[in-house]
């Protein structure tokens, strides 16, 4: 995509073209089809990445059927205990050693092969948890779109929720946690809870440019119901991956492994299960930019020049020829875009200490590398020209930095609200089924609890990317081509070029002063 004042147009099959010059924003169908005739068919990218996904689902699929399997309705039906057993401490000792013999483990944790396993060790009792855990979890990402886009002012309840609420909420799971023993996990949260609040303090000036940011791309969903069925339809195809993942996971939690091997084995399926998931949110991601930057192209959803099924066009591309390339994006960009905000909300706020300012621009360069590479605004470059990875987010970044909207990027906290809301969710349905295994298997609280967290974490962000999608799109179409803008929202153009000229001069101002500073620091020569 260029950089300069363009507006774009669509072939037929609904796939947006090159941006055209800037005399032809109005032309005629005549010139669109002109154009189309010229835009060439997409290609595959990031094929390996698609290939690895894919292989990754077979394997992952296949050893989540084998632990279920092995324990459910009948005890280590595949002797699998065997190989645990390699790994456990011996059961007694040879005759003649001066160390008696201690007494030998449960059956249920060691001795698998017997079949007198007690029916609490078994797959069942454990994935009706996970599928609570499911059912909370999908309700609440529905109930969240609901919330959020079928009302204008949804952007206002998205802020508020995710604000107030979820150090309240962090504070509160700690005390429980710290009430059932588990102090690690209350400390863990009780940190959560603090770091949350002092984020919040750290970029308070901010969110009434979020919440203006929040409250267009709410009405831009609003505006287009079927982005959000394509959100639901999503939410059921992620439940039936966790009907499978859960089945393997409780068949995990119910066959007792020695030296912390349950664990381990949960984590590296909670890792699958999040690459997964962020596949999943990636993919209506793409989708939902596409549709938004043919709304933005085309002056609205009833435009007459809007082509055919575009929706169903866009969702065709993200999930055949872009698919590569949002299984490849989906490995890394949360946690750098994540690091990302930490890394801006403390570097606001150190002030004159240029040790620590030193330490953390060290970082906050790595990162800002990393983020030229990886960052979410790639999705909608992958939506409009069909790029692989890396070359969308690099000509994304290039489009933010050579217009200076990447200084309204920077400042909006849009993207860290919605993780909050993201994270909210994940909470709400952690508590609720770890309180419940609880009361039944107390010592499986902290595990199914924390698994159960990640499950909703996934299904409430399926429904939450709808609203960064218009976002990021937003923020594309505006760098691109700022009448886009001004064609959808005069006012909200008015606004959005306003924040921009403030943020480019307060940049400008802090870059004289740090210079000014360290001029200050030179040593002074005397004069010839």
């Known amino acids: ?20 010059a800037a005399g032809v924003a109005g032309a005629a169908p005549a010139g669109a089809a002109s154009a189309a005739a010229a835009w060439p068919r997409r290609q595959c990218r990031d094929v390996f990445w698609l290939v690895v996904f894919l292989l990754h689902l077979l394997v992952f699929g296949a050893a989540l059927a084998l632990f279920g399997l092995n324990r459910f309705r009948q005890a280590d039906r595949f002797n699998i205990g065997r190989y645990a057993n390699l790994t ?9 050693s001066p160390d008696p ?14 079949p007198s396993v007690p029916a609490s060790e078994l797959t069942e009792t454990y994935w009706k948890f996970y599928g609570a855990a ?8 529905w109930a969240w779109l609901a919330a959020a886009a079928w009302r204008k002012d949804g952007g206002k309840v998205v802020m508020r929720t995710a604000v107030h609420s979820l150090t309240a909420y962090l504070a509160v799971v700690s005390v429980l946690c710290f ?4 102090f690690f996990w209350g400390v863990a949260l009780a940190v959560g809870a603090v770091l949350h609040f002092l984020y919040v303090m750290s970029v308070l000036d901010r969110f009434p440019f979020t919440m203006l940011v929040l ?3 709410v009405r831009m969903v609003w505006e287009l119901p079927d982005v959000m069925r394509i959100a639901y339809a999503f939410v059921l195809v992620m439940l039936c991956w966790m009907a499978l993942w859960s089945f393997g996971v409780s068949g995990i939690v119910a066959f007792g492994i020695p030296n912390g091997g349950q664990w381990w084995l949960l984590l590296i399926f909670s890792v699958s299960l999040f690459w997964t998931g962020a596949v999943l949110s990636n993919t209506v991601h793409v989708t939902v930019s596409g549709m938004v930057f043919l709304v933005l192209i085309h002056g609205g959803p009833a435009a007459a020049t809007m082509p055919p099924k575009p929706l169903l066009k866009s969702l065709q591309y993200a999930v055949t020829t872009s698919f590569g390339s949002i299984c490849y994006g989906s490995l890394f960009t949360a946690a750098i875009r994540t690091l990302r905000w930490e890394i801006r909300g403390i570097r606001s706020k150190i002030g004159s200490n240029e040790c620590l300012l030193c330490c953390i621009d060290f970082l906050f360069h790595i990162v800002e590398t990393l983020v030229r590479f990886f960052n979410k605004y790639a999705y909608v470059q992958i939506a409009v020209n069909g790029q692989s990875f890396n070359r969308s987010a690099r000509d994304a970044w290039e489009l933010f930095q050579s217009t200076g909207i990447e200084a309204l990027v920077a400042y909006d906290c849009s993207g860290a609200i919605l993780l909050m809301s993201t994270i909210l969710g994940g909470l709400i349905t952690g508590t609720c089924t770890g309180v419940w295994t609880y009361f039944n298997q107390s010592d499986k609280a902290i595990m199914v609890g924390s698994t159960s967290m990640l499950m909703g974490m996934i299904l409430v962000g399926l429904t939450v990317v709808v609203v960064e999608s218009a976002v990021t799109s937003i923020y594309i179409c505006y760098a691109e081509d ?3 803008i001004q064609r959808w929202d ?12 403030e943020r480019l001069q307060y940049r400008s101002a802090r870059a004289r002063q740090i210079l000014n500073g360290r001029l200050d620091h030179l040593p002074h020569t005397s004069s010839i």
């Open 101 to 114: 013999a201690p007494a030998p483990p449960p059956p249920s944790v060691y001795r698998s092969e017997d």
């Open 215 to 217: 409250q267009k791309a």
């Open 179 to 182: 009430w059932g023993k588990h």
């Open 134 to 141: 499911g059912g909370v979890g999908a309700a609440l990402a």
């Open 1 to 20: 995509m260029s950089s300069s004042s363009t507006s774009s147009s669509c072939d037929a099959s609904g796939n947006p073209s090159p941006p055209a």
């Open 88 to 96: 456990a401490e011996p059961w007694g000792t040879p005759a003649g």
């Open 482 to 484: 700022p009448l886009l």
């Open 490 to 501: 005069p006012e909200f153009f008015e606004q959005l070029s306003e924040a921009l000229h």
